[in-house]
């Protein structure tokens, strides 16, 4: 086959293909859309339009009574030149961006990742909290200023059976600014989630790092995990299957970890080309079609499988035996989801080498010899301690 004929063959897949992820990703944008709707429409009510309201009302006489009266820049003439409370007031909200923010964000951030190390207990912790921010602002105020009432509020009746004089807290110009930065760290929940799904990302993944199958990579290359490395920002490296090269793949990840870069890179050179085997690639276009596919241990993952194109269908064993769906029954006991995900080894599993062996595997990461639960088989490592950062 001639390189023009291998392009052209691939070149209307590839455009399909393009079609196919372009109303994936509007479907995507769709949904995230209408996910957020209600809270587009909460806040286009109760904070744009008062927003919008509440300049055009700065420039004018407004007594809420008779219709606002349009007088230009005077009511900014007079909040610089003439009122007394603005300096106070600007003062007091830039120490509380200087201090409180930063305490905010300070606090969420550590409790987020002490949540997201915890071993035991973690829904308890993330509702602990999370609890005060849905109290109302109001009711949250109301407990803070019966907690640190000066004359009978818990926090000074401890503090006075400990000798210390507590102080006036609301009361006090000096303590009021600590006790509304109390105020506001209490309330750190939602903070705390954002950084806490952000240190999570894929919600309890610990993979860092993957090495690229050398043997896929050597027909369809390595470019298609190109926008997974920018998406993602996790080192991929493409690797042979000889110990050296397993070896170095290793190194080089970790390299990469080390450095806190995320590059997608080809440890499989003497074999692996960034295209592949054109020829090969055509072929599998031309006789095969993306589609939806379900993995075991995993789910469902849109366009992650292959189907024979139409033309191809007779050789279809779904079709030709009329089988209309293949649903495959995992074992119960079987954890490789987990195991696939980095969340558990092999030995964690109460199946591994007793009913689940190579003769009689249970699940995917037992059936080849390169799964995780068979190399842990055939390697011994029947019972190493689980370490986990
Ligand atoms: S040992 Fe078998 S049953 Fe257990 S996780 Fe591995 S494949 Fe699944």
């Not at 240190?199 to 926008?227: K, M, S, W």
């Not at 080309?273 to 939806?292: P, Q």
């Not at 035996?321 to 969340?343: A, P």
Request: with cysteine; hydrophobic share 45%.
């Amino acid at each position: 086959m001639t390189e023009t004929a291998v392009t052209a063959g691939a070149a209307p897949f590839t455009e399909q293909r393009r079609q196919a992820r372009r109303r994936a990703a509007w479907r995507r944008r769709r949904l995230v859309l209408f996910l957020m709707s209600p809270w587009i429409v909460g806040f286009g009510v109760f904070f744009g339009y008062p927003l919008v309201m509440s300049v055009y009302l700065s420039f004018t006489h407004y007594d809420l009574l008779s219709s606002p009266k349009w007088i230009g820049w005077a009511n900014y003439h007079y909040l610089f030149t003439e009122d007394p409370q603005v300096g106070p007031a600007v003062r007091n909200t830039l120490w509380l961006i200087a201090i409180m923010v930063p305490l905010q964000v300070l606090f969420a951030f550590g409790v987020a990742m002490m949540v997201a190390r915890a071993r035991r207990g973690v829904g308890f912790f993330r509702t602990v909290f999370y609890l005060p921010a849905l109290a109302p602002p109001v009711a949250a105020t109301m407990a803070f200023v019966y907690l640190l009432n000066p004359a009978t509020g818990p926090v000074n009746v401890i503090l006075g059976h400990l000798g210390i004089s507590g102080p006036l807290w609301f009361q006090s110009a000096g303590w009021s600014k600590p006790s509304l930065t109390l105020l506001g760290i209490w309330g750190v929940g939602n903070l705390m989630i954002i950084f806490l799904a952000a240190i999570l990302d894929a919600p309890d993944n610990r993979v860092q790092a993957f090495l690229g199958p050398g043997h896929v990579c050597t027909v369809v290359g390595y470019a298609e995990y190109e926008p997974l490395v920018l998406r993602y920002r996790v080192p991929i490296v493409v690797t042979g299957f000889e110990p050296v090269d397993m070896l170095e793949g290793i190194l080089m990840t970790v390299e990469q970890l080390e450095a806190g870069e995320a590059r997608l890179e080809n440890q499989y050179r003497r074999v692996v080309t960034r295209e592949g085997n054109r020829a090969s690639v055509a072929l599998i276009h031309e006789i095969f079609e993306v589609c939806d596919r379900k993995w075991r241990g995993v789910g469902a993952i849109p366009e992650s499988g292959w189907r024979l194109r139409e033309a191809y269908r007779d050789f279809d064993a779904e079709r030709r035996f009329d089988v209309k769906t293949i649903e495959t029954s995992e074992s119960s006991v079987c954890i490789s989801g987990e195991i696939l995900r980095g969340l558990k080894k092999p030995h964690d599993c109460p199946a591994f080498g007793r009913d689940c062996t190579p003769d009689t595997p249970l699940g995917a990461t037992m059936v080849s010899s390169e799964g995780a639960c068979a190399a842990y088989f055939h390697y011994g490592r029947m019972a190493q301690p689980v370490i986990t950062p």
